[in-house]
């Protein structure tokens, strides 16, 4: 039931940018795109969300296309704890809508 | 120091056992839930509970039942466990109705395995 598809894997070496893709071109107008990751043997960790705008925080930064069908998570300078599998979800605004988890991308960063 | 913390870490068990998994959070949220995380490592919610009533059931069989005692707190109990039932289960809290704002913030998971 997930609404977004995501490469299966990616690498990165350490200190270089991670830009992790996500197509989600059936998006409604009232749903954010949400990105979480689960490091391996732990439970999943919100990074950040968005709507339309881009946005920023200590963690990373979220660029959302203008006709938001795409966008791209970006770690500015990866490090090897950032190894995890990251999820792009799509999700409305009612309480009652759920936090669907695909299959995520599985980024593995390199020394 | 845990904002959400579950109990116990590891559980393994026989078939046919009755088991429960506690939750607690100390984060002040409203919302709790319970997700599944299978051998495959897809993560499904089971249960959310918004100041102690229940918001979302998924198709989840009877033998689940959660208990939410006061708004810290979501247990789960299992009845009858089946080896299908093995898996790691995560509960998890969030800010306001739904975690719109604010995002979930997940405990570190239960790992179940029925024998």
């Known amino acids: 039931d997930a609404k977004t598809t995501q490469p299966p894997s990616m690498d990165c070496a350490e200190g270089r940018a991670a830009n992790l893709p996500c197509n989600h071109s059936?998006?409604?107008?009232?749903?954010?795109v949400y990105w979480y990751r689960q490091i391996h043997s732990q439970g999943p960790q919100y990074i950040i969300h968005?709507?339309?705008n881009n946005e920023t925080n200590e963690m990373a930064s979220l660029i959302i296309t203008e006709d938001r069908k795409s966008s791209t998570l970006i770690l500015p300078h990866a490090t090897l704890r950032d190894t995890a599998v990251y999820y792009c979800?799509?999700?409305?605004?009612?309480?009652?809508?759920?936090?669907?988890f695909g299959t995520g991308t599985r980024l593995q960063v390199f020394p | 120091d845990t904002a959400v913390s579950q109990t116990p870490k590891y559980l393994v068990t026989q078939m046919g056992n009755d088991k429960s998994i506690k939750c607690e959070q100390n984060?002040?949220?409203?919302?709790m839930y319970w997700y599944k995380q299978d051998s495959k490592k897809f993560l499904k919610i089971m249960f959310s509970?918004?100041?102690?009533?229940?918001?979302i059931n998924e198709t989840v069989p009877n033998r689940f039942s959660p208990k939410s005692p006061d708004k810290a707190h979501l247990n789960l109990h299992i009845n009858s466990l089946e080896l299908g039932d093995s898996a790691v289960y995560f509960c998890?809290?969030?800010?306001?109705?739904?975690?719109?704002?604010?995002?979930?913030?997940f405990g570190s998971g239960t790992r179940l395995t029925v024998v």
């Open positions: 998890a809290s969030s800010r306001g109705q739904g975690g719109v704002r604010y995002g979930y913030t």
């Open positions: 059936t998006i409604s107008g009232n749903e954010y």
């Open positions: 968005g709507l339309k």
């Open positions: 979800i799509v999700r409305g605004l009612l309480h009652t809508d759920k936090l669907i």
């Open positions: 984060l002040g949220h409203d919302t």
């Open positions: 509970y918004n100041n102690k009533e229940l918001i």
